[in-house]
T-cell receptor, first 116, second 119 residues
Framework: AQTVTQSQPEMSVQEAETVTLSCTYD???????LFWYKQPPSRQMILVIR??????QNATENRFSVNFQKAAKSFSLKISDSQLGDAAMYFC?????????????FGQGTRLTINP | GAVVSQHPSWVICKSGTSVKIECRSL??????MFWYRQFPKQSLMLMAT?????????EQGVEKDKFLINHASLTLSTLTVTSAHPEDSSFYIC???????????????FGNGTRLTVT
């Protein structure tokens, strides 16, 4: 069974600084998708960024980028120029590419605090 | 963007009663919806996969008779917590994928969640 592990329950960063959230996963599949979701206090799940395992290039979305290391099964999220609105729970998630497997497997989450 | 509406956003019910939570895709059709449960400060745990026009697929350890799921149309799935007990108190979140999405890496769209408190 696939598992996703986020080893940092909490992280904090100064506003405008850069922070990296860690995520590792375990799977025997060779092709899959990885996601980072943000859950602010409103509890709404918001997609931050996604990565396809067959793509070597790391995904980037504005201030958010990932460091995808397939061999190490690592998928960290880097947030640059942190803003107060980035404060939230961040969840790493995995999904097999198999069209019949649609469900997401989530990590435990990392609570990110932005210090002004 | 795709919107998933979940109702109610919060509900308080007495022990032994049943409560229904609705999940609607407002501007897209969803053949599959997912129901998650989230305890305080914890991750989302998948409870079941709701399939339009067929029976839901439950995750191991989830009681089918307690958490009834109905997906009667392409835009609506309901989760009914039957004979609720205080331990059922939790945050329930639904999600859906647009059936028109061209790729299976297309994101799931999440509802705002329902906070259930059983007294």
């Amino acid at each position: 069974a696939q598992t996703v592990t986020q080893s940092q329950p909490e992280m904090s960063v100064q506003e405008a600084e850069t922070v990296t959230l860690s995520c590792t996963y375990d799977t025997s599949e060779s092709d899959y998708y990885l996601f980072w979701y943000k859950q602010p206090p409103s509890r709404q799940m918001i997609l931050v960024i996604r990565q396809e395992a067959y793509k070597q290039q790391n995904a980037t979305e504005n201030r958010f980028s990932v460091n995808f290391q397939k061999a190490a099964k690592s998928f960290s999220l880097k947030i640059s120029d942190s803003q107060l609105g980035d404060a939230a729970m961040y969840f790493c998630a995995y999904k097999p590419r198999d069209q019949g497997a649609q469900k997401l497997v989530f990590g435990q989450g990392t609570r990110l605090t932005i210090n002004p | 963007g795709a919107v998933v509406s979940q109702h109610p956003s919060w509900v308080i019910c007495k022990s032994g009663t049943s409560v229904k939570i609705e999940c609607r895709s407002l501007d897209f059709q969803a053949t599959t919806m997912f129901w998650y449960r989230q305890f305080p400060k914890q991750s989302l745990m998948l409870m079941a996969t709701s399939n339009e026009g067929s029976k839901a697929t439950y995750e191991q350890g989830v009681e089918k008779d307690k958490f009834l799921i109905n997906h009667a149309s392409l835009t609506l799935s309901t989760l009914t917590v039957t004979s609720a007990h205080p331990e059922d108190s939790s945050f329930y979140i639904c999600s859906a994928r647009d059936r028109a999405a061209s790729s299976y890496n297309s994101p799931l769209h999440f509802g705002n969640g329902t906070r259930l408190t059983v007294t």
